[in-house]
């Protein structure tokens, strides 16, 4: 009939009583697991274990489907979840069959080290140089002026090296440059958080986000995952093409109009609700950088680089 449906699903832990569990013949639990297994594949606005988690999650659906009636915000929120579910396989040798295994299962949430300088500027000019994202004529304003360049250059002579907690970093700070080797982790630590942001968001079920360890990732923020290879070819072709601009058209295998997905988006940049995460800063080749200019403004800054 094409109305909406708000779909609430029993989760696997949900306590079902002895009397009833053997009062369901096969056939009937059979049923049951089909049935299942069908709105599963339509939009899931939460699972609950208790019945004052069904009423919570039912009464912040209602009043989120008001503010989005055609249902855009959800559309996008679980295209997200399923690119980011399972692991990326490629690269992987796999020998005798394809093997799809969760992200969220297998994923081991790394720390990182920071470096840090002993003069806050020089701090953050060094982040910015590091991170790749200071360009050669602020490089020479860094180094103009009295003793400009030979500070700078002590600045890396006297660094010092903190461990960092991923977790805590994403919790405590609004701009963060991820560091790391190729197959270090970065695109899977992005692809993580989308998952659990988005799940977040559209399911409710929590006013912060949390995995499956434990780890605390702050304040549950609208994600929005940006592959910036992909703006960069389109901005060689279209010159004056603003990264707000772009973005709708980066998520066209969401069953929305575009116009419907740019305000759901535009949106959440807006209210300052969302968790911007752009992937592949380092693999931009803009000579002039403006790909990578026009996705990101860092003012602060703190820059990590993965490890063990």
Do not use: C
């Amino acid at each position: 009939m094409n109305k909406p449906r708000l779909v609430f699903v029993a989760a696997d832990s949900f306590p079902i009583t002895l009397g009833l569990h053997y009062a369901l013949s096969q056939e009937d639990k059979d049923k049951a697991k089909q049935f299942r297994q069908r709105v599963g594949t339509e939009r899931i606005w939460g699972t609950f274990t208790t019945a004052d988690e069904l009423a919570a999650q039912v009464s912040r659906a209602l009043a989120n489907w008001k503010q989005d009636p055609k249902g855009t915000q959800v559309k996008y929120l679980t295209y997200l979840i399923d690119r980011n579910t399972y692991l990326d396989p490629r690269g992987i040798m796999q020998t005798v069959r394809s093997v799809s295994l969760k992200l969220d299962e297998v994923h081991v949430l790394l720390t990182a080290e920071r470096e840090i300088a002993k003069d806050p500027m020089l701090d953050k000019r060094m982040l910015r140089l590091r991170a790749g994202l200071a360009f050669e004529e602020e490089l020479d304003e860094e180094l103009a002026g009295p003793d400009g360049g030979l500070a700078f250059v002590r600045s890396f002579q006297e660094l010092r090296s903190e461990r960092v907690d991923l977790a805590q970093a994403v919790r405590d700070h609004s701009r963060i440059v991820v560091l790391g080797d190729p197959g270090a982790g970065k695109t899977t630590l992005m692809r993580f958080l989308a998952l659990h942001f988005a799940h977040a968001v559209r399911d409710a079920v929590a006013t912060v986000v949390r995995d499956k360890d434990g780890n605390e990732y702050g304040e549950a923020r609208f994600p929005i995952f940006i592959r910036i290879a992909e703006y960069a070819d389109a901005l060689a072709k279209h010159r004056s093409l603003s990264l707000r601009e772009f973005l709708p058209h980066l998520f066209g295998n969401v069953e929305a109009p575009v116009d419907e997905i740019a305000k759901v988006l535009h949106s959440a940049l807006k209210q300052g609700q969302a968790l911007v995460l752009l992937d592949g800063l380092d693999d931009i080749a803009s000579p002039d950088g403006s790909a990578r200019t026009a996705a990101l403004d860092l003012g602060q800054v703190d820059a990590l680089r993965l490890g063990q």
